[in-house]
């Protein structure tokens, strides 16, 4: 009797292994289309509406300054519900925002982006979290692959976007509103799972004090700055990059694609780099070899023009981003002692990561307005890669937020 019993935890267990991994697989769907959707019809929408480059920005700047505040606000909701039922209400904010984004009324389109940015921003915050306390024995295979699944995500959004508007004639709202639909699905599961009251359903522990204390631990800043650095270059690159190569002379087309092409060479980093850090006691030479990549693609796109160049760039852009991105991920799980101060780290290192990133594509967009060339906002991201690369030689080493318990 007592292995029959031993069978069935086992089978419960495994069977609630699979509900959270499906979970978070659903959640990361949803984390980066509503955003990387806008970048290959950033031109279009800003024609039509009549916004100036910074202006439009505000459509992936505003998102981010959503993201700095409620990455502070998230890790204190935690200590009060139930993780699934606030990303319930992350799910909720995500919807009405894909919606209200997609209507005629630019207020409405303003109001939209607001809560797409405050739905993406908690299931951000809470998923390292989540990770670190139901896979505590798998961090780099499910961090990779909770990573993967948002390059796929990315990938696609950005591949569509044009051709849905444009080659289907269904224009950008609906270009942008079709990413919905897996916003809906992750509802509907989450939803199935509270109203079945799973046993296995991820439950929160009271925060340590030492967790609440995170704003105290330099390697934490360190590690909120690599993220920093990170945003930045992500969300300048999903951006503005189809605008630099129009620049250069390809059409809409290929230069969305060109933008999928980068985040599709970028998925194989995210499966690769936590198998590759996980061999290695220290990740700071890793990171710093994924930022030469950064740097070497940056640097073709300044001084030689070509398509074959633009895919080489594109290639080496593409793998350094997401690359750097899983690492970041990562070291919010491995530099923690525990699923609280997961939480807490992503809570901070998003807060500060984002607040820079906020400011980010505006700011390309106003020095483009000036001096109407891409060549200063090249510049900028090599000196973000350099940055990125003196702070990898510190969080890469083996150590945690907290010395000692």
């Known amino acids: 009797m007592d292995e029959h019993l031993a069978q069935r935890n086992t089978s419960g267990d495994t069977r609630a ?38 202006s439009i920005a505000m459509l992936t700047s505003l998102p ?35 919606i209200l984004r997609s209507t005629s009324t630019v207020i409405l389109l303003l109001f939209g982006t607001l809560f797409i940015g405050v739905g993406i ?71 199935f799972i509270i109203i079945s009251k799973s046993k296995q359903s991820i439950k929160n522990q009271s925060v340590s004090e030492k967790a609440t204390n995170i704003w105290k631990s330099p390697l934490a800043w360190k590690i909120a700055f690599f993220m920093g650095c990170h945003s930045l270059l992500f969300y300048i690159i999903i951006s503005w990059l189809p605008e630099i190569f129009i620049s250069f002379g390809l059409d809409k087309t290929t230069s969305g694609f060109l933008l999928s092409y980068l985040q599709l060479i970028g998925i ?29 693609g940056l640097l073709l796109l300044l001084a030689y023009n070509g398509k074959v160049v633009y895919f ?12 750097n991105f899983t690492l970041a991920l990562l070291f919010l799980s491995i ?20 607040t820079l990133a906020a400011f980010g594509p505006m700011i390309i967009g106003l020095i483009h307005d000036i001096t ?8 900028i991201l090599i000196f973000l890669g350099l940055c990125s690369s003196l702070l990898g030689l510190k969080v890469g080493q083996n150590r945690y937020v907290f010395n000692q318990d």
């Open 17 to 54: 292994q699979i509900i959270l991994i499906v979970g978070v697989i659903l959640l990361a769907i949803n984390l980066r289309p509503a955003l990387t959707a806008v970048g290959p019809v950033i031109g279009i929408i800003r024609n039509e509406i009549g916004f100036s480059n910074w």
């Open 121 to 191: 921003a908690i299931c951000n915050v809470l998923i390292p979290g989540i990770i670190k306390q139901e896979f505590p024995t798998k961090l780099m295979l499910m961090t990779g692959v909770y990573s993967t699944v948002m390059g796929i995500s990315a990938t696609s959004a950005s591949a569509l976007s044009v051709p849905i508007a444009e080659s289907l004639g269904l224009g950008w709202r609906i270009s942008l509103l079709i990413w919905v639909i897996p916003a809906i699905i992750a509802l509907i599961y989450l939803s």
């Open 335 to 354: 530099r923690s002692r525990d699923s609280n101060q997961a939480t807490s780290l992503s809570g901070m290192a998003q807060t500060i990561g984002y």
């Open 64 to 98: 981010l300054v959503v993201f700095a505040i409620m990455s502070t606000v998230t890790p204190q909701l935690a200590r009060k519900f139930k993780n699934e039922r606030i990303i319930m209400f992350g799910l909720i904010s995500l919807t009405i925002g894909i």
């Open 312 to 323: 080489i760039s594109s290639a080496l852009i593409g793998f350094s981003i997401n690359g």
């Open 268 to 296: 194989p980093a995210s499966l690769l780099i936590p198998l590759i850090a996980n061999k290695l006691k220290s990740q700071a030479w890793l990171v710093v070899i994924l930022n030469a990549f950064l740097i070497l």
């Open 372 to 379: 109407f060339e891409w060549k200063i906002p090249l510049l």
